[in-house]
């Protein structure tokens, strides 16, 4: 097969006049022009329909498109925001074993295009994020996890890589034949084994593991609504399905300044002091509320394109009861539960009350151990301002604003509001 010069410096220089921006933080890596064509390298993204910034895959048009077997395979994608119980919701799945999980590999994109701004609200920055999001998940949802190497820093060297983050978080990722550390057996194995004990990741091994499992699930902190995803769960070659993950604001903002100590300083500060800084990043809270208010009202608006594929999940409904609302979602994907995903939640879970203090997924040590512990973490000055802030959001997910401390320290009192969300079908 061979590529026409013509259509490829054409779309090439198209491509180059669009992305010119994207491109320039790029420049140490070569603009590749159809590299030997094949299904892996120029399958999925054939067409000038091509988002991405990085390499002219435009020119391959001779493999047009993967023939995806809809039938045969989901592609779930868990929509959420940072410390918002996303990495429990990703382990809910990826403990299936019919199921190869990706956590979030949109941050090789964010950390290769974007670098210095981490939640940058500039929309051409932001354009450009959208679109090689875009690509990139569809390119990993057909397991050509190749694509996902323009991004990993430093560039993998005959398609292996030991800078794939959150490696160790892939069940298929940490065992064979992808890794032969821990022999035949499937058991769990703690993400920090995996880093240090397997060999560096060979993704052509990972991409044969991904085409065997039937379904795929990726993890996405990095799309702020979901109707920048509307191209995707349209796209016929995808059989997506979203679970957008939501969390009461108060809860993440508490979370983060737990976790993200350097960004959320000026939050500890004021919660120290009893003073809010003049120099807070306010948008910090606020990009959280219109993002979700978006993504919710869109998703509960119920627009045709997300009709069979869109379930909204509150954080805290899981976290009451895990193992009926993983029933319920996996009933939405339409897939079976299988035994390793309920013992899971047995070992992860204290009964089926409360997520365990005690367990080794960071996020459900922290985040999940009560999800309403953050009412004794923040002062009620800034639950007040959040709250104003965020006003809409709360009203519509269910979440209760308090009057006064009392309120918010009295924790018989439940800020969450029984309201049941039904997946769109
Ligand atoms: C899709 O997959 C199913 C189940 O593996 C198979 O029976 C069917 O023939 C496939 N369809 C196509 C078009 O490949
Ligand atoms: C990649 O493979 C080639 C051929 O097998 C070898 O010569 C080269 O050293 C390898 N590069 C690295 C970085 O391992
Ligand atoms: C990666 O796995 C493939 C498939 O088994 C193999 O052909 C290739 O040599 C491996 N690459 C490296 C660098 O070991
Ligand atoms: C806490 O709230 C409960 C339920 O509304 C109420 O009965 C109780 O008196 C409150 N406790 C305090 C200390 O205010």
Same mark, same amino acid.
């Given at each position: 097969?061979?590529? $026409?010069?013509?259509?490829?410096? #054409?779309?090439? =220089?198209? @491509? ?5 921006? !994207?491109?320039? &933080? ?32 435009a020119g391959c048009d001779d493999y047009p498109y993967f023939s995806f077997n809809a039938s045969r395979k989901t592609h779930i994608m868990v929509l959420a925001t940072t410390r918002s119980g996303s990495s429990f919701v990703g382990q809910l799945l990826n403990q299936h074993a019919d199921v190869f999980y ?36 569809? $390119?990993?949802?057909?397991?050509? #996890?190749?694509? =996902?190497? @323009? ?5 993998? !060297?005959?398609? &292996? ?118 120099? #807070? ?134 800020l969450v509001q029984d309201k049941t969300f039904v997946p769109f079908l």
């Amino acid at each position: 097969m061979q590529c $026409s010069w013509k259509a490829v410096i #054409l779309l090439a =220089l198209a @491509s180059i006049a669009i992305q010119y921006t !994207a491109i320039r &933080t790029l420049t140490s890596k070569p603009f590749q022009l159809c590299p030997v064509p094949s299904p892996q390298n120029c399958g999925l993204l054939g067409g000038p329909g091509t988002e991405s910034p990085i390499e002219g895959r435009a020119g391959c048009d001779d493999y047009p498109y993967f023939s995806f077997n809809a039938s045969r395979k989901t592609h779930i994608m868990v929509l959420a925001t940072t410390r918002s119980g996303s990495s429990f919701v990703g382990q809910l799945l990826n403990q299936h074993a019919d199921v190869f999980y990706l956590f979030e590999p949109l941050y090789h994109v964010q950390t290769t295009l974007i670098p210095r701004l981490s939640h940058s609200r500039n929309a051409a920055d932001r354009r450009v994020m959208l679109g090689a999001s875009r690509d990139l998940l569809r $390119s990993l949802y057909g397991c050509d #996890l190749y694509f =996902l190497e @323009s991004y990993i820093k430093p560039a993998p !060297a005959n398609h &292996t890589t030991d800078k794939l983050f959150r490696r160790g978080a892939s069940r298929a990722l940490c065992s064979q034949p992808v890794c032969d550390a821990f022999g035949p057996t499937n058991a769990n194995v703690e993400e920090g084994d995996c880093v240090k004990k397997c060999a560096a990741l060979n993704m052509t091994l990972a991409a044969d593991a991904c085409r065997e499992k039937r379904h795929v699930a990726i993890k996405v902190v990095r799309v702020p609504e979901i109707g920048d995803l509307r191209a995707l769960v349209e796209d016929p070659r995808l059989n997506i399905k979203v679970i957008q993950l939501v969390r009461d604001p108060r809860g993440i903002l508490s979370s983060r300044i737990e976790t993200f100590r350097d960004t959320y300083r000026l939050w500890r500060i004021w919660r120290a002091t009893g003073r809010r800084p003049y120099n #807070l990043d306010l948008s910090q809270l606020t990009v959280v509320c219109e993002d979700f208010l978006g993504s919710v009202s869109t998703g509960l608006s119920h627009p045709h394109w997300l009709k069979g594929k869109y379930m909204l999940v509150r954080y805290e409904d899981l976290s009451r009861n895990p193992l009926l609302k993983t029933m319920e979602i996996y009933d939405f994907l339409g897939l079976s539960m299988d035994k390793s995903v309920e013992e899971w939640i047995q070992t992860n879970t204290r009964g089926s009350t409360e997520l365990s203090a005690k367990h080794k997924y960071g996020t459900v040590r922290d985040s999940a151990a009560n999800a309403e512990s953050w009412r004794l973490k923040l002062s009620y000055d800034m639950v007040e301002y959040t709250q104003a802030t965020c006003q809409k959001v709360l009203h519509q997910l269910g979440y209760k604003a308090v009057k006064s401390a009392e309120e918010l320290k009295n924790l018989s009192l439940s800020l969450v509001q029984d309201k049941t969300f039904v997946p769109f079908l």
